[in-house]
């Protein structure tokens, strides 16, 4: 248990400083805002999105009151995936709730600083975009996929039919 738990926050400490290093990196130094949009591959741009709901802009909220509920949201999330990996004994699960915890308590910081979560990644094709999106995102989405393989790598095996 000791293993996990201690992979668990390793991998949520990294998640949430490296997403605040690239948001840091793009609205400072970088300053995306003044550049965008900027091609980086022919179906992938950094863009400047100031995202004021949750996944793809669902439950918009413009007043302080829809922001701070979104800021307990997140932080009553990120603590239940805290609570699964202190107290899950597979690294995989806890390294998996770390994703997801580290990826929600980095946008619960963007909301803390700048009101809103900040997003840079838009994947777009043949004149279809997708969601703007950011890195926590990414660990969010990863995390929801380990938690799967580690709950189909502890289903029991089917009896044989016989």
């Given at each position: 248990?000791?293993?996990?738990?201690?992979a668990?926050?390793?991998?949520?400490?990294?998640?949430?400083?490296?997403?605040?290093?690239?948001?840091?990196?793009?609205?400072?130094?970088?300053?995306?805002?003044?550049?965008q949009?900027v091609?980086?591959?022919?179906?992938?741009?950094?863009?400047?999105?100031?995202?004021?709901?949750?996944?793809?802009?669902?439950?918009?909220?413009?007043?302080?009151?829809?922001?701070?509920?979104?800021?307990?949201?997140?932080?009553?999330?990120?603590?239940?995936?805290?609570?699964?990996?202190?107290?899950?004994?597979?690294?995989?699960?806890?390294?998996?709730?770390?994703?997801?915890?580290?990826?929600g308590?980095?946008?619960?910081?963007?909301?803390?600083?700048h009101?809103?979560?900040?997003?840079?990644?838009?994947?777009?094709?043949?004149?279809?975009?997708?969601?703007?999106?950011?890195?926590?995102d990414?660990?969010?989405?990863?995390?929801?996929?380990?938690?799967?393989?580690?709950?189909?790598?502890?289903?029991?095996?089917?009896?044989?039919?016989?």
């Amino acid at each position: 248990m000791k293993a996990a738990r201690q992979a668990g926050i390793l991998v949520l400490i990294l998640c949430a400083i490296v997403d605040q290093a690239h948001k840091w990196y793009m609205l400072g130094p970088f300053d995306i805002a003044a550049r965008q949009p900027v091609s980086v591959l022919p179906v992938f741009d950094w863009v400047l999105s100031m995202n004021r709901g949750v996944s793809y802009g669902l439950f918009t909220q413009d007043s302080d009151f829809g922001r701070w509920a979104l800021i307990a949201v997140g932080l009553a999330a990120s603590g239940f995936f805290f609570w699964w990996l202190w107290t899950s004994g597979r690294v995989l699960t806890a390294v998996a709730a770390g994703l997801i915890a580290g990826g929600g308590l980095s946008n619960v910081i963007d909301r803390f600083v700048h009101g809103a979560v900040v997003d840079n990644f838009l994947l777009h094709y043949s004149g279809y975009e997708w969601y703007v999106f950011n890195l926590a995102d990414v660990w969010i989405c990863a995390g929801f996929v380990g938690i799967l393989l580690a709950w189909w790598s502890e289903r029991p095996e089917k009896a044989a039919d016989g």
